[in-house]
């Protein structure tokens, strides 16, 4: 119940203080390239259930088609603004509308894709039993994650075999520690994150 109403109260709060930065990146979007101002991806939340993922669109229109994965930092099928919102993470302040109508946490696990999901074993899907989030332990970890991506001659098997079970560790870490403290905790390494790219994060 805490939890629940901290992600509102910061939802709702966040979202009427960054208005003004959602105008400015919408129109930047609607100006630099063709398509929509969001994206949205179905994406698997809490106990294995569908939803509708908001982030601002940093691809052209149907790149997705070409791979659901991202390599490197500039990815040709990423625009221009979208390089920078990526970069910034600016991509995911949609995402606080996920929180505010309950279908994500400010904190919790990234949610992936069912194509990924479907690979998880019987233990591996103890991470759908609480409600996905916006930033974890594994987003802070690796942030670079693209960049990363980019050095593999199989960028999907590097994820699948090397990314991705590191990923489900760092969920687990986080389900055993879950508490407010460790909300906070999480949030404010994801700020030092975003200001300090190249620090290492100790998890």
Not at 152 to 158: L, Q
Request: charged share 25%; proline share 4%.
């Amino acid at each position: 119940m805490l939890k629940r109403s901290f992600d509102i109260i910061s939802s709702g709060l966040g979202l009427l203080f960054i208005s003004p930065i959602l105008i400015i990146v919408s129109g930047a979007i609607a100006l630099s390239s063709k398509g929509g101002i969001f994206y949205k991806q179905s994406r698997v939340g809490l106990h294995g259930a569908n939803f509708n993922i908001l982030k601002f669109r940093t691809m052209y229109t149907g790149s997705d088609r070409n791979g659901l994965l991202t390599v490197g930092d500039r990815d040709p099928r990423v625009t221009p603004i979208g390089y920078y919102l990526r970069k910034y993470k600016l991509d995911e302040l949609p995402q606080l509308i996920n929180v505010l109508i309950g279908s994500m946490s400010l904190v919790g696990p990234r949610p992936e894709v069912s194509k990924y999901v479907n690979l998880y074993s019987t233990e591996d899907r103890i991470v759908l039993s609480i409600k996905p989030g916006i930033t974890d332990y594994a987003s802070i970890f690796f942030r670079n994650e693209n960049e990363i991506l980019k050095l593999a001659s199989d960028p999907e098997k590097k994820y699948i075999e090397e990314v991705m079970p590191r990923k489900l560790e760092l969920n687990k870490k986080y389900i055993e520690e879950k508490g407010m403290l460790t909300d906070l905790k999480i949030l404010f390494l994801t700020f030092k994150s975003i200001l300090n790219k190249n620090d290492k994060v100790a998890m």
